[in-house]
């Protein structure tokens, strides 16, 4: 394989809701220590840093001195683009490969997942290179272990993508399982730089000119508010993926969970021996004793300023807490 430059874009965006009262505006869940004494940021720089030659972080204003102060820790360099207002996943990618040397191969993943098996981990990112190099853009599909309704799906025949589908109720996702050509949808992606903006000029041309003016006009990394609100706010996957001919998926066998509810919390805490008494409750936040009293796997979430008691089957239901804390402006969100 020739060697060409590979950079590990970071997207940090996003408050992740349904982990709310943990996750909030002023430090959202990809900033949280709660994982072993590490952010899930910090773990995504680590776990990419020996494939990559270099790390480019798109961030936005209100969280850039998080993604600052952990890189600092760390003592890793990076290049660091600034959102000055969310635009959503395909504005996001389009700033890093207009960043970006044409030939250059670009990782780009969430700042928010918990990855386990290192060498499988790596064996996808060698193969996604290779496909990249190749003149595909590739996302990376997650072999299921569950018919999880919290997570999009791809379905396949070999490393070809047939369709992409939406989070599925759970009749449709025991389906997806059923039929064994179906992933779960990672939000990871590998690119040649250059085919990735041919791909989104040729399918969503105003994302790519918008955007490819709002970088234009940056002032070190830093986007231009007005010129970001001309950019449609859609996702990578409505603008590229779910139209390109280019599409590629490798099936990647090692542990995944985006943490996108408290049951996946829960889950990964219990695998690195967080406690839990005989009824699988769970405390987390809080060193104080709590006892509980005639019930089962529930999650009791403490915070200085709010507490959250849930059953981890109605974790998805977070969101709506949040929505209504929003609807009311509150400085809970803060």
């Known amino acids: 394989m020739e060697s060409k430059s590979i950079t590990h874009v970071i997207l940090t965006g996003g408050v992740g809701s349904r982990l709310w009262p943990l996750s909030r505006?002023?430090?959202?869940?990809?900033?949280?220590?709660?994982?072993?004494?590490?952010?899930?940021?910090?773990?995504?720089?680590?776990?990419?840093?020996?494939?990559?030659?270099?790390?480019?972080?798109?961030?936005?204003?209100?969280?850039?001195?998080?993604?600052?102060?952990?890189?600092?820790?760390?003592?890793?360099?990076?290049?660091?683009?600034?959102?000055?207002?969310?635009?959503?996943?395909?504005?996001?990618?389009?700033?890093?490969?207009?960043?970006?040397?044409?030939?250059?191969?670009?990782?780009?993943?969430?700042?928010?997942?918990?990855?386990?098996?290192?060498?499988?981990?790596?064996?996808?990112?060698?193969?996604?290179?290779e496909k990249a190099n190749n003149g595909f853009v590739v996302t990376f599909g997650i072999v299921p272990t569950k018919p999880e309704t919290g997570y999009g799906y791809i379905e396949r025949n070999g490393d070809n993508v047939l369709s992409f589908r939406e989070k599925p109720n759970q009749v449709t996702a025991t389906d997806f399982i059923e039929k064994g050509n179906f992933l779960w949808n990672s939000g990871m992606f590998c690119f040649k730089a250059s085919v990735l903006l041919e791909e989104l000029q040729r399918y969503t041309p105003e994302v790519y000119e918008k955007s490819k003016i709002a970088w234009e006009n940056n002032t070190n990394g830093n986007l231009d508010l007005a010129l970001s609100l001309d950019?449609?706010?859609?996702?990578?996957?409505?603008?590229?993926?779910?139209?390109?001919?280019?599409?590629?998926?490798?099936?990647?066998?090692?542990?995944?969970?985006?943490?996108?509810?408290?049951?996946?919390?829960?889950?990964?805490?219990?695998?690195?021996?967080?406690?839990?008494?005989?009824?699988?409750?769970?405390?987390?936040?809080?060193?104080?004793?709590?006892?509980?009293?005639?019930?089962?796997?529930?999650?009791f979430v403490y915070t200085p300023t709010a507490n959250l008691i849930l059953q981890k089957e109605y974790s998805q239901d977070v969101k709506n807490v949040y929505t209504s804390l929003e609807r009311k402006k509150s400085d809970l969100l803060n």
Do not use: C
């Not at 840093?49 to 890793?76: C, F, P, T, W, Y």
């Not at 603008?239 to 919390?265: C, H, N, P, Y």
């Open 25 to 129: 505006k002023s430090q959202p869940k990809q900033y949280l220590d709660i994982f072993d004494g590490k952010s899930l940021f910090e773990m995504t720089v680590e776990r990419n840093k020996n494939i990559a030659d270099r790390i480019m972080v798109v961030g936005n204003i209100d969280n850039r001195h998080l993604s600052e102060k952990a890189l600092q820790k760390l003592a890793i360099s990076y290049i660091d683009i600034i959102e000055s207002t969310p635009r959503n996943t395909a504005a996001a990618i389009a700033f890093a490969a207009f960043a970006s040397q044409p030939d250059d191969i670009l990782i780009v993943t969430p700042s928010d997942h918990i990855i386990g098996d290192a060498v499988l981990y790596e064996q996808s990112i060698q193969e996604a290179i």
């Open 231 to 299: 950019i449609p706010s859609i996702s990578i996957d409505y603008a590229v993926m779910e139209r390109s001919r280019k599409i590629k998926v490798v099936s990647a066998q090692f542990t995944w969970s985006d943490l996108g509810s408290f049951e996946s919390v829960y889950d990964y805490l219990k695998t690195i021996g967080h406690p839990v008494d005989k009824h699988g409750n769970m405390v987390i936040g809080t060193q104080n004793y709590t006892a509980f009293v005639g019930v089962r796997d529930t999650i």
